[in-house]
T-cell receptor
C-alpha cells in the first residue's frame, strides 16, 4: 500500500544547529511528496513539495529532495531558529480509483532552544 | 491568497446537541476535504468533495454529515456525537481532485471540538 514513515522524535536542538528529519515512503505509481508544518494550536501549513523524482522543494531555508532510488524525502535546514519549533509532517499524495488521497507520517515534534 | 477559513475556532457540545462546522475558500478550488486530527496524531481523511459532489467517504459514522452547498463552502453537521469524537477538525481545499492531478491541499486553522 501507500504509506509514509518518518522519525517520530521528539527532536530537541539548539539555535543555529543543523536539522534533518527523515522521511521514507512506500508507494505505487508516481506520488507527490509534501512537508507540512503545524505550529501549536494551529492548522497545517504547506512547507514545501516535490512532484517528481529528483525535484527539490525549498522554502524558508528548509529543503527536501525527492529520491526515488531510496524512496526518501528527508527535510533539512542548515540553521534552525526558535521560531521553527513545531510539528513537521511528511505526506504522500497518490491516486486511487480515480480519486487522490493524502496520507501523513506520524509527525515529528521539533523544539529549538535559544 | 491561499486562505481557507473555518468557524468556529472552538466548539463545546453535549452528546445530544446538533451543531455545524463551516469552511470557506475563495481561491476557485473545486475540491474540498474534511480531516480529523486527534492529539499528537496526524490528520486522518474523513470526506472529499469534488465539484460539489461527495467523492470519498472514509467509512465515517453517520453522526457526521458533510454538505457542500456551493464551490466555496463546506459544512460538517454534527449530531449525537460521543466524547471520543473530540478532536481538531481540519478543512482543506485544492484546485482540483482527480487521478494524476497532484494539486496541493491548503489547510484551514481548524475547529477544536470538545464533546462532553
Amino acid at each position: 500500500g501507500n504509506s509514509v514513515t518518518q522519525m517520530e522524535g521528539p527532536v530537541t536542538l539548539s539555535e543555529e544547529a543543523f536539522l534533518t528529519i527523515n522521511c521514507t515512503y512506500t508507494a505505487t505509481g508516481y506520488p507527490s511528496l509534501f512537508w507540512y508544518v503545524q505550529y501549536p494550536g494551529e492548522g497545517l501549513q504547506l512547507l514545501l513539495k516535490a512532484t517528481k523524482a529528483d525535484d527539490k522543494g525549498s522554502n524558508k531555508g528548509f529543503e527536501a529532495t525527492y529520491r526515488k532510488e531510496t524512496t526518501s524525502f528527508h527535510l533539512e535546514k542548515g540553521s534552525v531558529q526558535v521560531s521553527d519549533s513545531a510539528v513537521y509532517f511528511c505526506a504522500l499524495r497518490f491516486s486511487q480509483g480515480g480519486s487522490e488521497k493524502l496520507v501523513f507520517g506520524k509527525g515529528t515534534k521539533l523544539t529549538v532552544n535559544p | 491568497d491561499t486562505e481557507v477559513t473555518q468557524t468556529p475556532k472552538h466548539l463545546v457540545m453535549g452528546m445530544t446537541n446538533k451543531k455545524s462546522l463551516k469552511c470557506e475558500q475563495h481561491m476557485g478550488h473545486r475540491a474540498m476535504y474534511w480531516y480529523k486530527q486527534k492529539a499528537k496524531k496526524p490528520p486522518e481523511l474523513m470526506f472529499v468533495y469534488s465539484y460539489e459532489k461527495l467523492s470519498i467517504n472514509e467509512s465515517v459514522p453517520s453522526r457526521f454529515s458533510p454538505e457542500c452547498p456551493n464551490s466555496s463552502l463546506l459544512n460538517l453537521h454534527l449530531h449525537a456525537l460521543q466524547p471520543e469524537d473530540s478532536a481538531l477538525y481540519l478543512c482543506a481545499s485544492s484546485l482540483r481532485e482527480g487521478q494524476g492531478v497532484g494539486d496541493t491541499q491548503y489547510f484551514g486553522p481548524g475547529t477544536r471540538l470538545t464533546v462532553l
